[in-house]
RNA sequence: GCGCCCGUAGCUCAGCUGGAUAGAGCGACUGGCUACGAACCAGUAGGUCGGGAGUUCGACUCUCUCCGGGCGCACCA
């Protein structure tokens, strides 16, 4: 509603502009006002236009004041300060316009964000190499990703979910290597030879997954776990800590077994290799479980061995030469290699570039860089090639594929999308924007422009928080603001058993409160689950995505002021005094649209506070505009958080269900519903439940 | 050495394309439950927006510089 007026002020004031002055400007600068009394909406135009006239800023203002009278929706414009013009809105009008206002986002008639014709975008997130357990940073990208994909889909557009699977990396290979040469849990009847093969492999999977079906609270025989725990003990092998210190012959040994490993994995067709689809197969399963308790869905997961052995590097490696993006490098210490030209390089024409980005080594194979040139290629529709398709994980409305090298005929379409969002940290900044040089390179400018790295800084520790988990922490990391997670080391907390303390939390939470009444218990669980989960999404997107988050318990277990919690606890009070009254936001609404003389209802300061909340409702669309547009889902938590204060303030000053005028009952409680369903809508776009109690 | 990010109240962070007296949460201190449930509300204290210069009618916001912190700059992914 807001921003429909903002949109029809805005053409007002270009054809004043037009008429008075002939002037056509390109933007006109418009503002919320820092206090009601100012107005709702404001302009400092005059500032700008005040040279260009060669006449005072507040002689401008009045000119054009006087020149906007009578505009539909609006009470008056008048002129503040040195040169403000502030405009009124029909307060009455704004109100039945905002409460009739749609509840449900897939109704595309009238307030729902349209920029232009609806675009076909992909979004990348999660992407968690599938060799260990997901622990906190993986969190952050996955919900700040499965927010915006909300947020896209909000606003109309399809939306293809991708969780890329590198599965044939150093990573997996590291995991693999710790099978093949470290000690396993001893398993009854696997021998000490048997341990390191693919047939011992599979019977200390089934040996855990029947562990944890016999405890599952205790996490530590997940597979992830089990991995995560590798992991940490191959990285310190490769360290030759806990064999043999200072052997340098072994380190190189060790190095040289991992390299095998890798190389026999990218190849395919041999035991390591199989080894490692299993593996990875078997985390990557756990990691959507683990998201899938965050509400956190995927529609393809693409995997890295699709991208090497259906060839994918071959057709753009071929694209890429026609046109001239990589050239083969004759000498320097690039010799050998084909190299290509990095963003912002100035480089004179036949000078020895030696600064390069190398796309494929002296010895023929291919880089990372270069393979996720490809995939991007693909993303755009740009390959001329195709993934294979197999359904891989059923969620209860639909089917989650995963690639193939022969899929199964029907399936549905991916790639070929119009934008793309990579959810991806900022440390991975410098090969995101060599892919889209390379795009660029190539011509497809359109694309590249439509390329976004969604990039985000790091989840990290307090030190204090590293020390309460039981590490060993350095003097010199002490004094650290935070202290980088760290999956090599195993230093980090893992997504489950956050997950899980938070839950033990709300339980005990909700459980203290004898939520919903006694008859209630059964209910409790889920309410904890759902008021878990409310906490940590919100957690993680109430901070920009350039802040790092240092975190502790402390703050990520907290329920109070700006946190989750007290946004469903707003819900959950809206919607007790429906339940109360015996009524509820529908009815209310209809009967607010008959109601006659609101406007008394609205007017003096005794009613700024409830017009504020009006207003605040009708931001919804400008808030998802701009998140959408500067990718920032924050902007939406902090939105959904101040609705949710000003919602609370009404509450506690005017007490709806003792109210004995029925007009003004009427008008509070479609006060109430309108707050309540904007409040629900914008949790859900954040992935945050609304519970029925708490 | 080069590039990117950050520095705002005791702590953790907001501050829309430069615009009106710089905001919130937590913590501290006061006060408010026989109430639509206090996971709440009201109030008080607390800031040379890291330092300096510049652009501008106007700078937390843009430019330069310095200081402090973080992260990248592989024929690793």
Redesign the pocket.
Known sequence: MYQELQKRFEQHLRGVLAAKYDLQLD?I???????L???EL?T?IA??L??KLRKA?RIIAQEIVAALAGLEGFAGFEV???G?I?ARLERAEAVRSTAGSISHPSDKSKDVVRVGHPVHSLVEHTSI?PNKAAHIGHLRNAILGDTFVRLLRAAGQKVDVQNYI?N????VADVVVGFLHLEQSGVPGVSAEEQHTLAGIKKLMAYLAKEVDKNPSNRENQFDYYCWYLYARVNNWYLALDVIEQDQALVAKCKQIRLDVLHQIEAGNNEFAEIAELVSTAVLQRHLDTMLRLDIEYDFLPR?SEILHLKFWEAAFEKLKQKGVLYYENEG?????WVMTRPGAEIAEGDLNEDAK?IV???G?V???G?DIAYHLWKFGLLGKDFGYKPFFTYPKHECWISAEQGVEAHPQFGGAQAIYNVID??????QANVIQALRGMGYTDQANRYTHFSY??VALTPRCAVELGYEVSEEDLK??YI?VSGRKGFGVKADDLIDKLIAA?RA??DA?????AEAEAARPR?AEQ?AIGALRYFML???R?????FDFK?AL??????G??IQ?AV??AR??FR??GTTPEAELAAFAELAGIHAYLEGDAAEDIWALWLRAARRTLVLE?CIA?S?P??LA?HA?QLA?EF??F????????EEDPARKTFLLATAAVALRELVLALSWLGIESPE??
């Open positions: 933007s600068p418009l503002e919320i006002p820092p206090d009394k100012f107005g404001a400092p500032f700008e005040a040279r800023p503040a300060g040195a403000y502030n190499n590198d044939t990396g150093v990573q890295e210490k690039n010799k050998g290699c190398v080594r002296s010895n194979t880089t990372y860089v393979k900022a440390r991975q900044s410098d090969p800084e790091m650290r603001p980088e709300t939470e909700v409160r004898q939520t919903g009444g309410i008021i109430k901070f920009t350039n802040s790092v988050i240092a703050d907290s329920f109070e002021g700006e946190t919690p007290y606890y959950v009070r007790n005094i109360k009254a701009q500067t920032e924050a902007h902090k958080f204060q609370n303030n509450y506690h000053k005017h007490h709806i269900l003792t109690a708490m």
